[in-house]
């Protein structure tokens, strides 16, 4: 899809004769729509993820390039409009990602996110498949290294950060009693960037930490207005 090329006809379309006169004359007074600026590589989007000392919570924040996929149990999921929404959480159609681990000092199953950049509107376009994805993804099942499992997906309210939010809880039960595993997700968009947040706990909600989602979106913000 050429965004720049979509976002170039709109704004034309919406000018009056005059202002498409005086725009064709002056070439140097359109100014570059978002869309149109090229997305964010992977060594930049690394530069914009958390070092050691940003996160004194956690014993280390490993970031990885290639970014992994991942899924749980063995792909394709039995419901597809829940594969679907691991598609878009893994970003398996950005321009690149990074992904980072957070090994808390006070949870052992740890956490992780996930910054992608995307060309023209695929970053609007990934948020709406999530969207649409959570609207009937409500329990798939699947087979792991732990056996057979069921999922459930509880939508919950998403914190008021980007420019659109979703936020929900991934459950599943443990075998041998072991509780209920569950999985926090965050998923943010802010301009062409989205940005993914998980965490798991046994026995006990998951809550990826606020503060570090809400760090880290203020610095994909700024990155794309360069400050």
Known sequence: MTGAMAMGALALSGCSTTERTRLAASPTAITPTRSSIPPLTAEQLKALAFTESDVPQAHSVPVQHPAPQQVPGNP??????????????????????????FNWKENVMGGDSRIASYEGTKAQEAFRQLQKALKTCKTFTGSGYTGKFTATITVEKAPDLGDEALSFHLTMPLTDGYGLRDE????????????????LTVGRKAQFPLDLIQKQIDRLRSAQRGS
Not at 184 to 199: D, K, L, M, N
């Open 76 to 101: 394709p999921l039995s419901d597809a409009s829940c594969q679907r929404l691991y598609d878009v959480i893994n970003a398996k159609h950005a321009s690149a990602s990074v992904f980072q681990i």
């Open 184 to 199: 926090h997700h965050v998923f943010i968009r802010t301009g062409t960037i989205t940005a993914s947040f998980q965490e």
